[in-house]
């Protein structure tokens, strides 16, 4: 049991629930995380059960966030995953610029200045091509495991230009290339630069501030971040766990803690 454990957030997203446990001085000290459950409000109630069993009986200050934020039912208060992610990833990285958020069902794109407040942001929420989501049809369609996919891509230097833009009709695109025999390390790769393509040209229109970091599931693709660098002409930044930004940011606004950039205290 981890009893430093001082304020908690919960990310409630579309695709995993993630929480997270930090400490008064806004370390993250403990977390979990599971695939969203249909039953997402007695899924909750399992989440805060093994956190007491983590932080000990008392009630500690929690924030909810993320798709379910409103079903956070013990929560102090809900905030938007905007805040949150934001909140989360100026603690951690220190400085501001523009963060790519890769989630299962929507991408976002959150400018935030050297206070760490944010100074815009836009979202895609409407179609999967541009999200995690399209990875995983493709990886299933190709039967190869989605945490490969990165890899396969990543193998090749030659890609196959996939022209759908639509997740349905790509699968279809896919089908029609191999059976013409196109190798699969060229479809994938093809089909990363189709995705990352989609998420630059949503972040180009935000205006990107310098410089690029990238949060969400997706983040631990690796030819995704290289892609993504290569598109828009940059290095693009980690945080050390990407898929815990917005449940981390949910804990330190649950904690109270003043928001000043704090790099030396990694996550
Ligand atoms: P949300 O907050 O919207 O529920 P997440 O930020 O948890 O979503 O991201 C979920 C997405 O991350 C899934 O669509 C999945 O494709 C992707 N993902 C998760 N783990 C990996 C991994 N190891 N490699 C590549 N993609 C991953």
Redesign the pocket.
Known sequence: MSTEIEALGI?A????T?MVGVTSSGRLAWHHLEP?DPQIEEQLRRFLEISRKEAGPAALPLVGT?YGRNLVQPADRRVTEITCHARGVFQEMGHGGTLIDI????TKVILIDNRGSIVNFVMNDKCAAG???F??VVANRLRIP??G??DVALSSREEESISSTCTVFAESEIVSLIARGHSTEHIVRGLHRSLVRRISALAKTAGLIPPVMLS???A??AAVRDILSEELGQKVLLPRYP?LV?AYGAALIALGLPKTPQAEQRL
Do not use: A, I, Y
């Open positions: 990310d997203g579309s695709t995993t993630k969203t993320g989630g299962g069902q929507d999200t995690g989501r990875l995983e989605l945490q996919m990165g969400g599931g997706v631990q693709n898929q917005g």
